[in-house]
């Protein structure tokens, strides 16, 4: 638990955002089945979710350097080996979808765990698919047991929660044993996270194509690039407007990567539009919520799906407002918010439910308005030094 006293501040500040762990996670899954070596170079300090990546894929036989401003991954050009202990995933549901896809791929029984908060997250569409195809499938949750390999070569595919099924199957596909069809289904979310996999597949040596919502994937030999360079997480962007907007300072953000679909969100987010949908863009809802509240306020719409993130994101970050005296009400994909609201002091400390972007939305607000707040260690999943940067920046005006 963290306390804030809640300061005035004024002027401009620098505002350094990790670099992107979905880009890393991404590199890393395909770095490690190359046929050459990649290194991965960044500005800050990676997340715990692309630490929790790495280490999977260590434990499955990669070999990976870690240095302070890049990573060597060594790639196994042959594949990758059945684990000699459990998979561990921490925070990260991406993680948990890639190496599930991976572990598929590979004769043998494999567990997955992960952090108590990701053992409350389901993972329906890839588990159903990866049991249409053959596997042993455990658990649509974590703890899992993935009873390998893929032995059959249609199956179906829900990708109306999460793209991370998608996702998953791409950056696993160059050890399949043989050529798949993936049918589709659902209305699809999170649709830059999917252009982003399709990116760096391409840019290894594999382009994928939906057609008539279908999908067909084989094993293919993967050639990363020697050097991939990582700029910042675009989706942390939402929290420096909200900590510039809510003490009426300036903020300067390093580069980021832009990922289809949180670009448009976020400059509508910035540019003050009355309705917000975030059906691509799901990650921004309680920041955004936040920022509508202390502005002009809105509706956001669109987002049922992120009532499986890290928390209920809908209802926890209506709780979370409520929690600093400002209203706004859940509906069934999105959460309505009245504006013009000044944020006060919480009587008791505010809960985060150990979900990293809940946790950073609250921080920034209380940094204001003073208080305590639960569960602030989680934020490291994304961002290991937000709460010593957001610290510094209050201590020392």
């Given amino acids: 638990m963290r306390e804030f006293e809640g300061t005035e501040l004024s002027g401009s500040f620098d505002w350094l955002i990790p670099p992107s762990k979905s880009h890393i996670i991404r590199w ?5 089945q190359s046929i050459g070596e990649t290194i991965i170079s960044f500005e800050g300090v990676p997340g715990e979710d692309s630490v929790s990546m790495a280490n999977c894929l260590i434990s499955m036989g990669s070999d990976i350097d870690f240095g302070d401003d890049s990573w060597l991954v060594v790639g196994s050009g042959d594949g990758l080996d059945i684990p000699s202990r459990t998979l561990q995933c921490g925070n990260s549901g991406t993680t948990a979808s890639i190496v599930s896809a991976m572990s598929a791929c590979l004769e043998g029984d494999i567990r997955i765990d992960g952090d108590n908060s990701l053992r409350t997250r389901r993972s329906d569409g890839l588990c159903e698919a990866l049991s249409q195809l053959g596997c042993g499938i455990s658990s649509n949750s974590i703890p899992r047991i993935i009873s390998g390999r893929i032995s059959y070569g249609n199956a179906t595919l829900n990708r109306g ?5 998608l996702t998953a199957m791409a950056l696993a596909s160059p050890n399949l044993p043989h050529n798949i069809s993936l049918k589709l289904e659902g209305v699809p979310v999170s649709e830059g996270y999917w252009g982003l996999s399709k990116k760096i597949c391409s840019m290894s040596g594999k382009d994928f194509y939906v057609e008539n919502e279908n999908i067909k994937l084989g094993p293919w030999e993967v050639k990363a690039p020697a050097l991939v360079e990582i700029n910042a997480e675009e989706s942390l962007i939402p929290m420096a407007t909200l900590f510039s907007r809510i003490h009426g300072v300036e903020v300067r953000n390093n580069v980021v990567d832009k990922i289809g679909g949180l670009k448009s969100a976020i400059d509508k987010l910035i540019g003050g539009s009355e309705v917000l949908d975030l059906a691509y863009a799901s990650d921004i809802i309680t920041p955004s919520a ?3 509240a202390i502005g002009n306020g809105g509706k956001i719409i669109g987002c049922g799906h992120a009532r499986g993130k890290e928390s209920d994101r809908i209802s926890k970050t209506v709780e979370m407002l409520d929690a600093f005296g400002m209203k706004s009400v859940e509906t069934n994909d999105g959460i309505i918010v009245p504006g013009g609201q000044i944020p006060c002091r919480p009587t008791s400390p ?8 809940m946790a950073m939305t609250a921080m920034i607000i209380a940094s204001k308005t003073g208080g305590f707040v639960d569960g602030d260690d989680c934020v490291s999943a994304t961002d290991p030094e937000f709460a010593d940067r957001l610290q510094s920046i209050c201590e020392n005006n």
Wanted: net charge negative; hydrophobic share 40%; aromatic share 4%.
């Fill in 290 to 292: 936040a920022i509508m």
């Fill in 28 to 32: 890393l899954a395909l770095g490690s």
């Fill in 350 to 357: 505010v809960l985060t439910y150990s979900d990293h972007r």
């Fill in 161 to 165: 929660e999460t793209s991370q099924g």
